[in-house]
């Protein structure tokens, strides 16, 4: 009886274990493309607003994202003064990295809905730091 109880226990044990690492796979954040990176930050950034989610996506000794954080400020602002909802999409990703390093470039597009958008280029730098991350972004002047 006692062996029957030790070999259910290690079976369960064993089956813990497995699910574990499945759920921590499937979980894991994916820093092997610099676009997935990019918009993944964009996404917890502007989408979600949430910054410890970005900040997963970010550089390890910070980054300038100045820029970036106006803009936010911005929509955010805009919302509560109109008591209106703006909403944030981007296109595809352009991609150019050489050498551990390199840039994302990205329109994001703001909008109310069945009103105004406006689009604006912006440059992303992102640098291959055990995986891609986000190290700054700069608005592209017209």
Same mark, same amino acid.
């Given at each position: 009886? *006692?062996?029957?109880?030790?070999i259910?226990?290690?079976?369960? *044990?064993?089956? !813990?274990?497995?699910? !574990? ?27 979600? %607003?949430?910054?410890?989610? *970005? @900040? ?10 100045? $820029?970036? @954080? *106006?803009? /936010?400020?911005?929509?955010?602002? %805009?919302? %509560? ?12 990703? %352009? ?10 470039? !990205? ?19 992102? !640098?291959? $730091?055990?995986?891609w /991350? @986000?190290c ?7």
């Amino acid at each position: 009886m *006692a062996l029957v109880l030790g070999i259910g226990a290690l079976l369960c *044990a064993g089956g !813990v274990g497995v699910v !574990v690492s499945l759920y921590d796979n499937a979980t894991a954040i994916k820093r092997t493309a610099p676009d997935a990176v990019v918009d993944s930050f964009i996404r917890a950034y502007l989408v979600d %607003r949430d910054d410890k989610e *970005a @900040a997963l996506y970010t550089c390890k000794s910070g980054g300038v994202f100045t $820029q970036l @954080a *106006a803009y /936010r400020t911005d929509i955010e602002n %805009r919302e %509560r003064q109109y008591s209106i909802t703006i909403q944030v999409t981007w296109g595809s990703l %352009r991609v150019s990295t050489s050498n551990g390093k390199g840039t994302v470039g !990205v329109d994001l597009t703001r909008y109310i809905i069945n009103s105004e958008q406006l689009t604006d280029t912006w440059q992303i730098v992102v !640098v291959d $730091q055990d995986g891609w /991350r @986000a190290c700054g972004a700069t608005k592209e002047s017209p």
